[in-house]
């Protein structure tokens, strides 16, 4: 299966700016999506940014000039900059990664989430 690995969470004060990592590994063939999700204490999880295959990338409105992601194909990692931090970017930080790999049957798809890295910004 592939694996992916998030670092970079942490506290951090209003303001201030934190830079994620997510790393996949595996037998991976190719990755046509790659995307950042958050989920706050008692809220449902969400859209932050993602990326495809065409390096087209979508931000959600309420971090829109504030974060910006970007994607290392080579090394398959993918990255969210997040700068002007608020009280409300509080939550679990997920990366999720589509794509194929190898299995011992061929080439099948995936459909990864990583562990999950907490952000906390105090005001």
């Known amino acids: 299966q592939v694996q992916l690995v998030e670092s970079g969470g942490g506290l951090v004060q209003a303001g201030g700016s934190l830079r994620l990592s997510c790393a996949a590994s595996?037998?991976?063939?190719?990755?046509?999506?790659m995307g950042w999700y958050r989920q706050a204490p008692g809220k449902q999880r969400e859209l932050v940014a993602d990326?495809?295959?065409?390096?087209?990338?979508n931000y959600a409105d309420s971090v829109k000039g504030r974060f910006t992601s970007s994607r290392d194909n080579a090394e398959n990692t993918v990255y969210l900059q997040m700068n002007n931090l608020k009280p409300e970017d509080t939550a679990v930080y997920y990366c999720?990664?589509?794509?194929?790999?190898?299995?011992?049957?061929?080439?099948?798809?995936?459909?990864?989430w990583g562990q999950g890295t907490q952000v906390t910004v105090s005001s």
């Open positions: 990326i495809n295959s065409s390096d087209t990338i």
């Open positions: 595996g037998s991976i063939v190719s990755i046509r999506y």
């Open positions: 999720n990664a589509v794509g194929r790999y190898i299995s011992d049957s061929g080439r099948q798809r995936f459909d990864s």
